[in-house]
């Protein structure tokens, strides 16, 4: 393989990137190419970020294929072919909309949504089947967070023998034993 160099531009535009990024494709691929470009062989920066050699190979051609598009972009997966998800979109558009009423507007007797309320709902107005999964995802994209409902414990109040009928000097003589 020909040695691996990198502009001066690129080198820094490199490490901006490893100190900024949230994604972990870019960041080893960036941490890749600088290593690259440093001379550590293939097999070091291989076992170092726990991927083939292949996947480093791949990587280099697709960088220097993709030279014409912005610099960002080059260390970016390439759009996956396909048909886009259809499901997600309907959770998507919908999900605003859906927390911002009760479930009791539509019917159910719950106080709060859950994911399998969420997809009963939208089964009924479009008919798909989404499953819980697919809603939860959908959640965690759209930057809602949630959590299960917690249960306290009755509490003993002070007064429980009168409002059961008792006496207070019977409550009294309880806790002294």
């Given at each position: ?9 690129e080198?820094?535009?490199?490490k901006?990137?490893?100190?900024e ?5 870019v ?9 690259l ?12 970020l ?6 480093i190979?791949?990587?280099?051609s697709?960088y ?17 072919p ?6 997600s979109?309907?959770?998507?558009r ?10 009791r507007?539509h019917?159910?007797?719950?106080a709060e ?8 709902v ?5 008919d ?21 409902p917690?249960?306290a ?16 000097e ?8």
């Amino acid at each position: 393989m020909n040695p691996f160099t990198l502009s001066l531009s690129e080198h820094r535009a490199l490490k901006k990137q490893i100190r900024e990024t949230k994604d972990v494709k870019v960041l080893k691929r960036a941490q890749a190419f600088l290593w690259l470009s440093g001379g550590v062989s293939i097999h070091e920066i291989s076992q170092r970020l726990a991927v083939s050699r292949q996947t480093i190979y791949d990587w280099v051609s697709s960088y220097q294929n993709r030279c014409n598009e912005s610099f960002g972009s080059r260390l970016q997966d390439r759009p996956k072919p396909g048909c886009p998800p259809s499901k997600s979109t309907i959770v998507f558009r919908e999900l605003a909309t859906l927390l911002s009423e009760s479930p009791r507007q539509h019917g159910y007797h719950h106080a709060e949504w859950t994911a399998s309320l969420l997809g009963n709902v939208l089964k009924h107005e479009y008919d798909v089947d989404i499953s819980t999964k697919t809603i939860r995802r959908c959640l965690k994209q759209a930057h809602y967070v949630w959590k299960r409902p917690g249960y306290a414990l009755a509490r003993q109040s002070p007064t429980w023998a009168q409002e059961k009928g008792g006496s207070r000097e019977v409550f009294t003589c309880m806790k002294e034993v």
